[in-house]
């Protein structure tokens, strides 16, 4: 058996709260003393002398515990009842607010006894099932428990549902906190399977102040590295670890693991989501060992479903939002088809069509000039005729280059209009100024020299354009696009009646 002294250096120790005496053998002694923690939990000081401070301590009855809510001052009659060896064990009161529990005990020692009285901060949820049978109060801790739960849970499920996607994120973080709040874990965690489901990700912690995180080093891991875990996880929905150092030699890469984290309990829960695994939710407790209840079981499970839930639906949702993306693409890319000339790429008459009305209505809106353009290939029939094909949608392609180059400005768009025709909308400008880009174009034309053997006019090829315009002052009401291209038409006709390779302007009729 252990001497005084030695069970002094021990009791100093001890993280829970002491007020002891030591009787020994015929000699009756009565000095009290108190170790470190209970100077802590009492807010006793080492200035003052101990007993006059015990004396004045108030023991109040914890309000959540007393309908009556009265404040007892129980003096330090209980901490004289352990000292004189009576049984003390009290869960239903607080010193400055804070729970505590406190319970008395006689240790024997070779040379006499210890007497002393244990203080616990009480968390009423890590010792439901330390409770004796037929304990009432336990019983009612628990009830009350379990409904501050529920309430909890009800409450973080209302917030869920009215949660928009991109708060989420802020939520799941908010309930691991209220789980690690309510279960008085050290850390609470979310680890979710990728794709492929063989590797797994910590996607979201918390951690109790002071306890340090360990999201950024457990990314991407395999099931080889905790296969015993993960084993459990698969099979059995659940892992649970009261205690770290009673590990079995099955699970010592996980041993090895939780020791490095300094982890001595652990539970985690499997998420479901549509029958199949996806995670699961885990709390650590670092800063001691915990006993994990069937209480603190269903309480994770419970957070796990509701988790599970909302990123289920996130996942629903983003994997709608890109169907929903890809499918604007898709449609963005085959509206651009639908518009374009498949040989040369400029806009097709259906779309040249609707522009030129959309600008026609603008022009005529704002009062603005309004200029277009239908230009030919001159005796493309004998290039095609001597080149062939082929050669002829070469050229067609090469004048196509130099149009979109040549017309670049905002509102101007080149169309093919049919074969080896082109017509040109040109919003902003008057005809004066369209038969200027028209001559200018016809120059860079005849730098590119398209050899053309068969033209009456040049010995490359040439083009002749016929324009016309809104007029700037008349009314402008009555005049339609059909109008526009007929006057264009004829200027054009005109160009090739008076020799080709020329402008000819038109002002409308
Ligand atoms: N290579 C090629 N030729 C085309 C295409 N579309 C129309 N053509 C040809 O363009 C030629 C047009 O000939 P015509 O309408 O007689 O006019 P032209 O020979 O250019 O004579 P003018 O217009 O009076 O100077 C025809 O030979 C058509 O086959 C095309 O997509 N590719």
Same mark, same amino acid.
């Given at each position: 058996?252990?001497?005084?002294?030695?069970?002094?250096?021990?009791?100093?120790?001890?993280?829970?709260?002491?007020?002891?005496?030591?009787?020994?053998?015929?000699?009756?002694?009565?000095?009290?003393?108190?170790?470190?923690?209970?100077?802590?939990?009492?807010?006793?000081?080492?200035?003052?002398?101990?007993?006059?401070?015990?004396?004045?301590?108030?023991?109040?009855?914890?309000?959540?515990?007393?309908?009556?809510?009265?404040?007892?001052?129980?003096?330090? !009659?209980?901490?004289?009842?352990?000292?004189?060896?009576?049984?003390?064990?009290?869960?239903?009161?607080?010193?400055?607010?804070?729970?505590?529990?406190?319970?008395?005990?006689? $240790?024997?020692?070779?040379?006499?006894? /210890?007497?002393?009285?244990?203080?616990?901060?009480?968390?009423?949820?890590?010792?439901?099932?330390? *409770?004796?049978?037929?304990?009432? @109060?336990?019983?009612? $801790?628990? @009830?009350?428990?379990?409904?501050?739960?529920?309430?909890?849970? *009800?409450?973080?499920?209302?917030?869920?549902?009215?949660?928009?996607?991109?708060?989420?994120?802020?939520?799941?973080?908010?309930?691991?906190?209220?789980?690690?709040?309510?279960?008085?874990?050290?850390? #609470?965690?979310?680890?979710?399977?990728?794709?492929?489901?063989?590797?797994?990700?910590?996607?979201?912690? /918390?951690?109790?102040?002071?306890? !340090?995180?360990? $999201?950024?080093?457990?990314?991407?891991?395999?099931?080889?590295?905790?296969? /015993?875990?993960?084993?459990?996880?698969?099979?059995?929905?659940?892992?649970?670890?009261?205690?770290?150092?009673?590990?079995?030699?099955?699970?010592?890469?996980?041993?090895? =693991?939780?020791?490095?984290?300094?982890?001595?309990?652990? +539970?985690?829960?499997?998420?479901?989501?549509?029958?199949?695994?996806?995670?699961?939710?885990?709390?650590?407790?670092?800063?001691?060992?915990?006993? /994990?209840?069937?209480?603190?079981?269903?309480? +994770?499970?419970?957070?796990?479903?509701?988790?599970?839930?909302? %990123?289920?639906?996130?996942?629903?949702?983003?994997?709608?939002?890109?169907?929903?993306?890809?499918?604007? *693409?898709?449609?963005?890319?085959?509206?651009? @088809?639908?518009?374009?000339?498949?040989?040369?790429?400029?806009?097709?008459?259906?779309?040249?069509?609707?522009?030129?009305?959309?600008?026609?209505?603008?022009?005529?809106?704002?009062?603005?000039?309004?200029?277009?353009?239908? =230009?030919?290939?001159?005796?493309?029939?004998?290039?095609?005729?001597?080149?062939?094909?082929?050669?002829?949608?070469?050229?067609?392609? *090469?004048?196509?280059?130099? %149009?979109?180059?040549?017309?670049?400005?905002?509102?101007?768009?080149?169309?093919?209009?049919?074969?080896?025709?082109?017509?040109?909308?040109?919003?902003?400008? !008057?005809?004066?100024?369209?038969?200027?880009?028209?001559?200018?174009?016809?120059?860079?034309?005849?730098?590119?020299?398209?050899?053309?053997?068969?033209?009456?006019? !040049?010995?490359?090829?040439?083009?002749?354009?016929?324009?016309?315009?809104?007029? %700037?002052?008349?009314?402008?009401?009555?005049?339609?696009? #059909?109008?526009? +291209?007929?006057?264009?038409?004829?200027?054009?006709?005109?160009?090739?009646?008076?020799?080709?390779?020329?402008?000819? #302007?038109?002002?409308?009729?």
């Amino acid at each position: 058996m252990l001497l005084v002294s030695d069970y002094q250096v021990l009791l100093e120790r001890l993280p829970i709260g002491l007020i002891y005496q030591c009787h020994r053998a015929g000699k009756q002694f009565s000095a009290t003393t108190a170790n470190q923690a209970a100077y802590k939990l009492l807010s006793l000081n080492g200035q003052q002398d101990l007993q006059t401070q015990l004396n004045k301590i108030e023991f109040e009855m914890d309000p959540e515990l007393s309908s009556s809510a009265k404040k007892i001052c129980l003096d330090a !009659t209980l901490i004289k009842q352990a000292m004189n060896g009576d049984y003390i064990n009290r869960r239903d009161l607080m010193v400055d607010s804070r729970p505590l529990h406190l319970q008395s005990e006689i $240790i024997p020692t070779a040379d006499g006894e /210890w007497r002393l009285l244990c203080i616990q901060p009480r968390d009423h949820r890590l010792f439901v099932q330390a *409770s004796e049978t037929g304990d009432i @109060l336990n019983a009612e $801790i628990s @009830l009350r428990d379990t409904l501050a739960f529920d309430k909890l849970i *009800s409450r973080l499920s209302t917030q869920f549902i009215n949660t928009s996607q991109k708060d989420v994120e802020p939520r799941i973080n908010e309930t691991l906190a209220a789980l690690g709040e309510f279960c008085q874990a050290d850390r #609470t965690y979310i680890f979710q399977f990728n794709n492929q489901l063989n590797k797994q990700s910590n996607t979201h912690e /918390w951690v109790r102040e002071g306890i !340090t995180q360990h $999201i950024d080093e457990l990314q991407n891991l395999t099931e080889n590295i905790l296969p /015993w875990f993960f084993k459990h996880i698969r099979q059995e929905g659940i892992f649970v670890i009261h205690d770290v150092d009673k590990i079995p030699e099955a699970g010592a890469s996980e041993q090895a =693991l939780f020791r490095l984290e300094d982890i001595q309990s652990v +539970i985690c829960v499997a998420m479901y989501a549509a029958g199949q695994l996806i995670g699961f939710v885990g709390c650590d407790m670092v800063a001691r060992q915990r006993q /994990w209840s069937e209480a603190d079981i269903r309480r +994770i499970k419970l957070v796990g479903e509701m988790i599970a839930n909302a %990123l289920q639906s996130q996942r629903y949702l983003e994997s709608l939002e890109q169907t929903r993306q890809e499918l604007m *693409s898709v449609n963005q890319r085959l509206q651009h @088809l639908a518009q374009k000339d498949a040989l040369t790429g400029l806009a097709n008459r259906r779309h040249f069509d609707n522009t030129l009305d959309m600008e026609l209505r603008r022009a005529k809106r704002q009062r603005l000039p309004l200029s277009l353009a239908l =230009l030919d290939i001159d005796m493309f029939k004998a290039y095609n005729d001597h080149y062939g094909h082929p050669t002829g949608d070469a050229a067609l392609k *090469s004048l196509s280059l130099l %149009l979109q180059k040549h017309f670049q400005r905002s509102g101007e768009l080149v169309g093919r209009y049919g074969g080896e025709e082109f017509a040109i909308i040109l919003p902003g400008r !008057t005809i004066e100024q369209a038969a200027k880009d028209f001559a200018q174009l016809q120059t860079k034309l005849a730098e590119q020299a398209i050899t053309h053997p068969c033209s009456t006019i !040049t010995n490359s090829l040439t083009i002749s354009v016929g324009i016309c315009a809104l007029p %700037l002052e008349n009314d402008v009401k009555q005049i339609t696009t #059909t109008r526009l +291209i007929a006057n264009a038409d004829q200027a054009l006709y005109q160009a090739k009646k008076e020799g080709r390779n020329r402008v000819i #302007t038109r002002p409308i009729e």
